[in-house]
């Protein structure tokens, strides 16, 4: 934005650059929010204690890995 005034342009372009700048950072706090909310339901119980990964347990990384690519055989 600076380099924009020093160079001589418009200083509406640097306004400009500005806002888009600030909606991209909106956008990803806003993202990162909602995430946040979305997998807070999924990861904590009632009791506010993390959940137990049902994966977990004899053989997990093979069940997993069959769950994963079950339709790729």
Not at 27 to 42: E, I
Not at 46 to 53: D, I
């Amino acid at each position: 934005m600076a380099g924009m005034l020093l160079c001589g342009s418009r200083p509406i372009y640097a306004i400009y650059q500005f806002v888009v700048l600030a909606m991209i950072f909106a956008a990803c706090g806003f993202t990162a929010l909602v995430s946040t909310l979305l997998v807070r339901t999924n990861v904590f119980t009632a009791a506010e204690q993390v959940a137990a990964a049902p994966w977990r347990g004899r053989h997990s990384f093979e069940r997993v890995t069959r769950a994963l690519f079950r339709g790729y055989q």
